[in-house]
Each structure stands twice: as structure tokens, then as C-alpha cells.
């Protein structure tokens, strides 16, 4: 093997994943519906995998314990894309993952963590697979990390082949097609009550309306792909905030109730709405956290993000842009 480094971009859902294929192995990750995404600039992850003695895994400068679930799961993935290209048993792996993300809760690190490790290990081990197959073998490590290989806008289909093979994402147009922003509307601090993994099977196993949700999604997606083709924000908006009221609607009739949502959530989305009447064309989105997203042109940025960030309880706002693919560098060539 030798050392290699990618980087990957984190990403927004505009139409949301949440649910599991029912009766599928748990370890293929194979999402119920689809989703569509923004990749978004600066907020990154990079990892560098090169040989060790034994596993290690390094997360922002300090060492992960190598058995903590987070450690299992990477060098689970490392096993995985060893796998794909070789026989016999893995070498040891030195890995060291650095985030360029806010550390707020409920902005996931692991749609930008699972490509930027799925990248570097592919790179590590001359693995030389296309993307579309590392887009599978990312997905099996987190859902949302299928979509972070490239940027721009990506829609990963749901697909319905048993072993998953048609269930990886694809790009659909470059970050300049549009000139948009998200704004990252910070609601309030501390780490989410219930990990996605976990709130998504119980709202399968309990919620009433899981199974619309699941019905309806197809439908969002291409709505959501048309409107994004044609550069139509009022349209994209409206099945944007309609995917993520669903999924909102799905998690809180779950049995006990997932509510990631904080007085101030509503009350961003509230003068988003108030801003909208006077002309400021903003569109939200929430995922498992208590954070508002809102998607809004680049010219309309500044003016919507001052309106936002005054609201009583916000504690932060970022302004991101459609942000560029996953890259690999490969460095020395390191023996083993
Ligand atoms: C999304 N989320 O489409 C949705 C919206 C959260 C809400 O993908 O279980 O960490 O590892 O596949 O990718 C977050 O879930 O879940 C997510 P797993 P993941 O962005």
C-alpha cells in the first residue's frame, strides 16, 4: 500500500433519506427513497490512510480508541474497500481524519468522513474502483456519504436490486450551474438526542407515517431534479420544504416521538416566512438536529442571513456554496 489523502465535501439533502430497505442486510446501508443533494464548499473533511503497525485511527489530533464504535466502523469500511481488490488479510493503517465542519450537532461529519475515508483507502490500496462502485461502498458506511464524492448537485436513487448495486449516487449538474447559498442557521448547542441510524428504524417500526413517506418520496425527487435543472427556486423551494415537513412529520409520530427540533427552529423558519412576504426568496431545510438550512440565491444572501441571524436564539450563521468533488492526492510510495 501506499499513503494517499482525499478530501470530500459534506452536503445538504434538499429532498431527504431517512428509512431503511426493509428485509435487506443491514450491512449494505440500502436506503428506503432516494435523495437528492448540494455539496457544499469549505465545510470538509480530509483523511490520510498510509501503513502501521496496527490500526489507528487519529479524529482532529487525537487518538480514537480502536475499539470505540467510531473506530469499528472505519476500519470496518477499511476492510471493505481492501476486500473489493484483494486477497488475503489487510495491513494495519494508520488513519488520521481532520473536520472542517461547524461542531454544532445535527451537521453531519459522516456524509464528508465516510467519502473523504472511502477515497483515501481506495487511493492507500491501489484499489484503482470507479466511483460509482465507491459511491456503494461509502453508502454502506453512512447513506448520505454516497452523495459527498462529487459536487455540485447529486441525486443517489434508492434502487431495487437486492445486493445494492444500483443504489449509488450520480452527478447531475456542476456547483456553477447556480449561483446559490446555504445558509446554516445555528438553533443551539450540544450533541443530537438520537442518532439517525436509530431514529430512522424506529419511525419504520412505529411511526404511522412512514409509509407515505416512503410512497411519496419518488415524486419529490424528480419534482425536486426538474425544478434544479431548470434553475426554478420557487419550485425547488416548495419540494424542498415539503420533503423535509414529511420527514419532520414521519420522525414526531414515531413512538417515543423524535423531535430534533428547538423553540428557535421554528422560530427561524417563521421569519424566514415573514422575509419571504417581503421579497426575500428563502427556502428551509432541517435534518436530524436543531439546525435551519436555507437555500437562497447568492445576491439575496447577505440581506436574508442579517434577517436570520437576529433572531432571538440563534447562535450562529454560515453562508456556504455549492462546493466542488472529493479529491485524492497520492503521496509517497510507502512499503509494506
Ligand atoms: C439526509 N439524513 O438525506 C438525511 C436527512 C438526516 C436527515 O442522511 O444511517 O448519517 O449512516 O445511513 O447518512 C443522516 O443519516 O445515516 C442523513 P446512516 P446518515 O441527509
Redesign the pocket.
Known amino acids: 500500500m501506499r499513503r494517499a489523502r482525499a478530501t470530500a465535501h459534506s452536503n445538504?439533502?434538499l429532498v431527504?433519506?431517512?428509512g431503511k430497505r426493509p428485509d435487506s442486510d443491514p450491512a449494505l446501508?440500502l436506503?428506503a427513497v432516494g435523495?437528492l443533494?448540494m455539496t457544499l464548499d469549505e465545510l470538509r473533511t480530509v483523511t490520510t490512510i498510509g501503513p502501521g503497525d496496527h490500526d489507528h485511527f487519529a479524529l482532529d489530533g487525537a487518538r480514537v480508541d480502536a475499539q470505540s464504535p467510531v473506530a469499528r466502523k472505519v476500519f470496518a469500511q477499511l476492510d471493505r474497500i481492501w476486500t473489493e481488490s484483494h486477497d488475503g488479510p489487510r495491513p494495519g493503517c494508520e488513519v488520521e481524519s481532520v473536520n472542517h465542519l461547524p461542531t454544532a450537532a445535527g451537521l453531519?461529519s459522516?456524509?464528508s468522513g465516510f467519502a473523504a475515508l472511502t477515497l483515501a483507502a481506495a487511493g492507500a490500496f491501489e484499489s484503482e474502483l470507479e466511483l460509482p462502485r465507491l459511491s456503494g461502498l461509502a453508502r454502506q458506511g453512512?447513506?448520505?456519504?454516497a452523495r459527498s464524492l462529487w459536487g455540485g448537485f447529486v441525486r443517489l436513487d434508492a434502487g431495487t436490486a437486492a445486493d445494492g448495486n444500483d443504489c449509488i449516487a450520480r452527478p447531475l449538474l456542476p456547483a456553477d450551474h447556480w449561483d446559490l447559498r446555504l445558509l446554516i442557521v445555528h438553533a443551539a448547542k450540544g450533541p443530537k438526542s438520537v442518532g439517525?441510524?436509530e431514529g430512522?428504524e424506529r419511525s419504520r417500526t412505529t411511526s404511522p407515517y412512514y409509509a407515505p413517506w416512503v410512497e411519496t418520496s419518488p415524486q419529490d425527487l424528480d419534482a425536486g431534479e426538474k425544478a434544479l435543472r431548470a434553475r426554478d427556486l420557487e419550485a425547488l423551494g416548495a419540494v424542498m420544504e415539503h420533503s423535509c415537513f414529511k420527514?419532520h412529520a414521519c420522525m414526531m409520530a414515531s413512538v417515543p416521538p423524535l423531535v430534533y427540533w428547538r423553540g428557535t427552529t421554528l422560530e427561524v423558519m417563521h421569519e424566514l416566512w415573514a422575509a419571504r412576504k417581503s421579497g426575500l426568496q428563502g427556502y428551509a431545510t432541517s435534518?436530524?438536529g436543531p439546525h435551519v438550512k436555507v437555500l437562497v440565491s447568492a445576491a439575496q444572501a447577505e440581506a436574508l442571513g442579517e434577517r436570520l441571524a437576529a433572531v432571538p436564539g440563534v447562535t450562529g450563521l454560515q453562508s456556504v456554496a455549492p462546493g466542488p468533488d472529493a479529491t485524492l492526492e497520492l503521496l509517497d510510495e510507502a512499503a509494506t
Request: glycine share 4%.
Open positions: 445538504i439533502a431527504k433519506y431517512w446501508n436506503p435523495s443533494s453531519a459522516s456524509a453512512s447513506g448520505s456519504a439517525s441510524t430512522m420527514m435534518d436530524a
